[in-house]
């Protein structure tokens, strides 16, 4: 069983491993960052559609890389990754985090806990000298995860869109919250939240079915078997006027 999900754009450089092994596709990986590096600031600012006080800081981080590579989970700290307690996690739950745990990445493809990343910014969604990032990946993607039986699917579908061939059981969470009327809808701030806690619930619990994730009930949201389907699962949080 793999858990998959989305980079953030906001990063930091904290050490969880004291022992990072390379990314799998270090070559691929260089070419793009060879890519990057070739835009000037005016280009950047249009690629990423970045506003003025950012572009300094993007152009930084491209250039000038840091000389000491921090691991995956040391490196992302968006809205996700801080409900993510890895820093405190025991010696099982990091051996646990190193089998389970997966990013996936517009840069680096497919991320385990261990590997040694440098901050960056790259996004799906972008044509970088006209690679089209699908299918630069696609392959690694597929040869990664052929041989798993289950993946939980935490990731945004920018992402997620990257396991298009996958063949396995994919399990899709989604956490929705209850209107007045009857309907539910997306809070995306609090539904990142819930990725990342549920992440870390998974984690700290070392949960090996993922039935076992039904009984998660944090940030009010609680499994509701009647949106549910076999593999796509809905966390409702209530209505709360």
């Known amino acids: 069983m793999k858990i998959i999900l989305s980079p953030s754009k906001l990063q930091a450089e904290r050490v969880i491993f004291n022992a990072r092994r390379p990314v ?10 060879v890519e990057l590096t070739a835009l000037s600031r005016a280009e950047l600012k249009r690629f990423f559609g ?30 996700v990754f801080k409900e993510i307690n890895a820093v ?29 990343v440098r901050p960056y910014r790259l996004d ?25 039986d289950i993946v939980v699917n935490l990731a ?7 396991l298009k061939n996958y063949a396995g059981r994919m399990i899709d969470v989604h956490f929705v ?14 539904a990142k939240r819930a990725r990342g806690l549920m992440f870390d619930y998974m ?5 090996e079915e993922p039935e076992a994730i039904q009984q998660f009930c944090e940030a009010g949201y609680r ?19």
């Not at 799998?24 to 960052?33: D, G, T, Y």
């Not at 499994?223 to 006027?241: E, G, I, Q």
Request: glycine share 4%; proline share 3%.
């Open 24 to 33: 799998m596709s270090a070559a691929k990986s260089q070419l793009l960052r």
């Open 124 to 148: 799906m969604s972008k044509k970088l000298a006209g690679i089209d990032l699908y299918d630069f990946w696609q392959d690694d993607v597929d040869a990664y995860f052929k041989d798993v």
């Open 88 to 116: 405190s996690y025991d010696a099982n739950q990091l051996d646990y985090l190193k089998a389970h745990g997966v990013v996936l990445s517009a840069l680096y493809g497919v991320l385990e806990a261990d590997m040694a």
């Open 177 to 190: 919250e209850a209107q007045c009327d009857g309907r539910h809808r997306v809070v995306t701030v609090r």
């Open 50 to 79: 970045l506003k003025d006080k950012l572009v300094e800081r993007v152009y930084r981080q491209i250039q000038q890389p840091t000389d000491a590579p921090c691991d995956v989970f040391g490196l992302y700290d968006g809205i």
């Open 223 to 241: 499994y509701a078997p009647a949106l549910s389907t076999r593999d796509v699962w809905y966390f409702v949080r209530p209505y709360d006027d």
């Open 203 to 207: 984690v700290s619990q070392c949960l």
């Open 156 to 162: 945004s579908r920018e992402f997620s869109r990257m």
